[in-house]
């Protein structure tokens, strides 16, 4: 039966004599004999939020994300696919930079850098963005090799956006 292979398929996984501690998701409802379950989720609680994925697929596909409506529609598009999916999940929930990284793994986290941007292009508004990097002028650097040339780039180390403004690169 199902459930009698999903236990071999456990057990084989030979977790008693691991030297490093695994874990193990198993995507069902349905109990397996023999198995202890330490904690019980719903589908949806397991899942990532729509932002958070809409993350990760940037992150895997460029290396960062913008988080203005063009830039959630042109970096991540299979989460995001039209200006309006963005406007109706924003007018709902909202999407923010800290809110994302709260919901992320902590050693992802410490490699995201939040930065504010503005394109070198005509009306170009400032965005917040985030970027996988090792430091923040790494950040800069590889901002501008995601999304060309810039006009403004500077990184948001406290969250201090207004006091930023004064040293930003121009």
Not at 84 to 104: A, C, E, H, W
Not at 162 to 168: D, L, Q
Request: hydrophobic fraction near 40%; include cysteine; glycine fraction near 6%.
């Amino acid at each position: 039966s199902r459930e009698l292979a999903t236990r071999q398929l456990v057990e084989r996984l030979r977790l008693a004599r691991a030297e490093i501690r695994k874990r193990v998701i198993l995507g069902c409802n349905i109990p397996i004999p023999g198995l202890p379950v330490d904690e019980l989720i719903s589908w949806t609680a397991f899942c990532p939020s729509r932002p958070a994925a809409a993350l990760i697929d940037a992150v895997l596909e460029k290396g960062g994300i913008r988080l203005s409506d063009e830039g959630l529609v042109d970096d991540a598009p299979e989460v995001f696919p039209t200006s309006n999916s963005v406007k109706s999940y924003r007018k709902r929930q909202g999407i923010n930079s800290s809110t994302i990284l709260g919901t992320l793994n902590p050693k992802l986290r410490g490699e995201l850098h939040v930065l504010h941007i503005q394109e070198d292009r005509p009306y170009a508004r400032l965005c917040e963005a985030l970027v996988v990097a090792k430091s923040g002028e790494d950040a800069r650097r590889r901002a501008e090799m995601i999304w060309g040339p810039l006009k403004q780039c500077f990184v948001d180390e406290d969250g201090d956006v207004h006091a930023m403004r004064a040293n930003a690169v121009l």
